[in-house]
């Protein structure tokens, strides 16, 4: 089994996005379309000699043979061990943490997370570097150089390997480990959350619905749900791992876990709900008729933390996206600890969770996570929610009540505006950039604008910039509204119009937030002419 070098040539577009390569499947089935950019992996960190790799991927169409390829690769190129999960699976926080706990070299994680998948939809790869987080944007962009100017790659040739027993076994020198891809995580699980507690709540007749979508968590939340905190069989549903999803978007929101939204708000509607995306690092959370919208969501899990034995000690900060609410800010303030603002995608959360600035970090689009790992954590959101219900007693709609009523509530919704024309939607940007300077003091239907800027973010450890990540505008009554182009779309360009109000009136804390909203709503479309530039009338997806 000698390595075979094969020539090849720089193929355009393999830039990674905010959560690394991102395509049509059928782009990355094309000839040394995968192998270009693994080969570019491996040289972007420096070669994989005598490297130890964690492999696996969400279970969509192609993950199994692309992990085939990558294994050989792998030791083509002289890893000395891969680490692989069972059938190919392992979730993003479970690889984050497999590759910490081993003290690997990094991992490849192959997901297009809440992308749907199958031959004529999504598929995606990423790199995780040694701190089980998302490689850097400077790691990110030496893989992207290499891209540019590769040309060969070293593969061997040889019979797949049986990814689906568990044991150890060779390619050429290379150990490749098939592990169980759960109970790693499982484990770690239990070390956060009083178990105890929440086996508890569930025994005294508890109701919950986990929606996994068809997606990888189905076997982690079947675990650790069902099995060791014996909530009834049934609990979880959709549980099982399926190549195209279902058919679904596996993004969860009340828009694509429609059918959670139903029975959250049906009349025997169970106590509890809860749903996860593609890779199972993003979580969704609704009580009983009560949606809880991730900006909320994690300004709560800041607020009560500590009721949950791994952040009894209370937290060292807290990190929130950019155009993720407010709410956690407010958080932060009244119990004295840092706030910090971070660009869209967890890449730049992983400073901030090394150096013990931030314990707790979360984004909008419905990902939270803590220093456990150095990803966002679906699981994890849901069992520190769990935590808190079994501890306080409460219903999730009382623990909401409460909380806006002692921090404000910050009314927030995301308007995405999905396959538009790219020239149409960089123009719209650059046609917001050019008035920046111009904007504080007008007016914009009706609002009054306090600041304008283009988002900046300098990383308080490691002194890294990056810059050009969202349109900020800050109006005088508290609302503020972000315009972003997505990085993880595979078709034209997604529009993401983010819109928030803060509201402190105790007697209006609970009104539909769209209606809350409609002021910051004209105001997104007479700043920006959505409609005359997009030809879109109405949002795609309401989040
Ligand atoms: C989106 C979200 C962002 C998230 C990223 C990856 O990025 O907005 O918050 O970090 O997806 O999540 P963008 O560039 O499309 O807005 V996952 O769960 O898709 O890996
Ligand atoms: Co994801």
């Not at 991730?294 to 209370?314: E, F, I, K």
Request: some cysteine.
């Amino acid at each position: 089994m000698t390595p075979t070098v094969i020539q090849t040539a720089p193929i355009d577009g393999q830039k990674p996005g905010t959560s690394g390569l991102r395509k049509k499947t059928r782009i990355f089935l094309q000839p040394h379309y995968l192998e270009n950019y693994v080969q570019a992996i491996f040289d972007g960190i420096g070669g994989v000699a005598g490297a130890h790799l964690v492999v696996g991927g969400d279970g969509r169409y192609f993950n199994d043979r692309a992990i085939q390829v990558i294994l050989r690769m792998a030791a083509a190129n002289g890893a000395a061990r891969c680490t692989v999960g069972q059938g190919g699976l392992l979730s993003t926080p479970a690889a984050s943490h497999l590759i910490r706990k081993l003290q690997a070299t990094g991992g490849l994680i192959l997901s297009a997370s809440h992308n749907p998948g199958g031959p004529d939809e999504d598929f995606g790869l990423k790199y995780n570097g040694p701190n089980g987080g998302p490689a850097t944007e400077a790691v990110t962009e030496r893989i992207h150089a290499r891209t540019r100017d590769i040309d060969t790659y070293r593969i061997i040739e040889t019979q797949d390997i049986d990814l689906d027993t568990a044991g150890e076994t060779t390619l050429a020198d290379m150990v490749v480990a098939i592990v169980d891809p759960v109970t790693d995580h499982a484990d770690l699980m239990e070390t956060l959350f009083d178990f105890d507690a929440i086996r508890a709540l569930f025994a005294g007749g508890f109701r919950m619905r986990f929606d996994a979508m068809h997606a990888v968590t189905g076997p982690y939340a079947r675990e650790v749900l069902e099995t060791r905190l014996g909530a009834p069989a049934g609990t979880v549903v959709n549980g099982t791992p399926l190549p195209d999803f279902g058919g679904g978007h596996p993004d969860p929101n009340p828009i694509w876990a429609k059918d959670l939204m139903q029975a959250m708000h049906g009349a025997d509607a169970p106590d509890f709900g809860a749903a996860s995306d593609g890779d199972g690092d993003r979580n969704m959370i609704v009580g009983r008729h009560c949606y809880v919208s991730p900006s909320d969501s994690l300004a709560v899990l800041a607020d009560l933390a500590h009721l949950a034995p791994g952040y009894a000690a209370g937290l060292k900060g807290v990190a929130r996206s950019m155009p993720t609410s407010c709410a956690a800010d407010r958080v932060a303030a009244a119990k004295g600890i840092d706030c910090y603002e971070t660009p869209t995608g967890w890449k730049f959360f992983g400073s901030l969770l090394d150096a013990g600035r931030a314990t707790i970090c979360g984004e909008e689009s419905a990902g939270t996570g803590s220093d456990h790992v150095r990803e966002k954590d679906g699981l994890w959101a849901v069992l520190l929610w769990l935590n808190i219900l079994a501890v306080t007693g409460k219903s999730v709609a009382a623990l909401m009540a409460d909380h806006w009523a002692r921090y404000g509530r910050n009314y927030y919704s995301r308007h995405d505006y999905e396959a538009v024309d790219s020239a149409a939607a960089t123009g719209l940007i650059d046609a917001l950039r050019a008035r920046l300077p111009d904007l504080p003091g007008t007016e914009a239907a009706g609002l009054t604008i306090a600041a304008a800027d283009e988002f900046s973010y300098d990383d308080p450890v490691d002194g890294s910039r990056a810059t050009g990540q969202g349109i900020r505008i800050g109006f005088a009554n508290g609302a503020r509204l972000v315009f972003r182009l997505s990085g993880t779309g595979t078709e034209g360009a997604t529009l993401r119009v983010y819109l928030e109000q803060l509201e402190t009136d105790p007697g209006r804390l609970d009104r539909d937030p769209q209606e809350a909203l409609t002021p910051v709503i004209a105001a997104a479309e007479a700043l920006a002419g959505i409609a005359a530039r997009t030809g879109r009338t109405a949002p795609d997806v309401i989040t």
